[in-house]
């Protein structure tokens, strides 16, 4: 039976779509990146699909699926990509912490794109990420790689749910001596909390009140607003409106 072989935007020759000439564009790099989720089945549009929070969603993003070295290479190229890309201001940090487990390899294959892109201000970039379990042997403790005493951290990781896990990151880091200055990840739905559906709260979405609750910045390769963008672009109409729809009902209002 025939494999499935990952493509990634850059390598990919087919194209079944046309390019609507009313959508907004992304940059480059975020385009590239979503094609390639698309053409993988990465980004999926077959749903409904329901979320750990019971919405039904017209869309799912499975960073599970990132497991060629192909698909790595793209994930942690656009990672150091919306890092470098940040300006207000600059982002300067000493260790990229990946949480156990997803933010392992995360922290890992960016920290190489990185020192790759911009040597200069990356190569000395540390990364390490913590153990579920403390280890009572050997070099013992809960911390592997870099240590964190005095450094500024920047957490990667997948996605933001509700941010309880980045939280409990933030807590370990500032436990080890580390100062946090930012968090990034894949995918911001940009939709309010559970709860806060219909006018009630704020209405911010988890990335919204993490980064106001720990004043940093919180940053993702794609948003929503990406997702319908491109998929405009890409002249996937349909998909787009799906996307739109769900916005409507659940975004976030601030």
């Keep these: 039976m025939p494999q499935h072989t990952p493509t990634t935007a850059a390598n990919s020759t087919a ?7 009313s ?8 385009q590239s990146f979503l094609e390639t989720c698309l053409t993988n089945s990465i980004l999926a549009f077959k749903g409904p699909y329901t979320l750990k929070s019971g919405r039904q969603s017209p869309y ?16 942690s190229l656009v990672f150091a990509q919306t890092l470098i890309s940040y ?6 940090f000493d260790v990229l912490f990946g949480p156990a487990y997803k933010g392992i390899s995360l922290a890992a294959t960016t920290v190489d794109k990185l020192a790759k892109l911009e040597p200069a201000r990356f190569e000395n970039v ?12 050997g ?29 409990e990151a933030v807590d370990l880091i500032k436990a080890q001596g580390g100062e946090v200055v930012g968090i990034i990840v894949a995918l911001d739905r940009m939709e309010t909390v559970v ?7 704020e209405g911010l979405s988890a990335v919204g009140y ?34 739109e729809e769900y916005r409507q009902r659940y975004g976030a209002r601030a």
């Design 15 to 21: 194209s079944t779509t046309t390019p609507s000439s």
């Design 195 to 201: 709860g806060e559906e219909d006018g009630q709260g």
């Design 87 to 92: 300006s207000s201001p600059p982002l300067a």
């Design 60 to 75: 799912f993003f499975n960073a599970g699926l990132f497991h060629t070295g192909l698909l790595v290479r793209a994930l």
């Design 126 to 137: 540390s990364f390490s990420f913590n153990r579920k379990e403390a280890k009572d042997h």
């Design 210 to 243: 993490l980064g106001r609750e720990l004043g940093i910045p919180v940053l993702s390769v794609l948003t929503l607003e990406d997702l319908i963008g491109g998929l405009k672009a890409l002249g996937k109409e349909e998909e787009a409106k799906d996307c």
């Design 139 to 167: 070099e013992g403790g809960t911390i592997v790689g870099a240590g964190l005493k005095g450094k500024k951290v920047m957490i990667i990781d997948d996605v933001v749910t509700a941010g309880t896990a980045k939280r």
């Design 23 to 30: 959508a907004t564009p992304l940059p480059p790099f975020k």
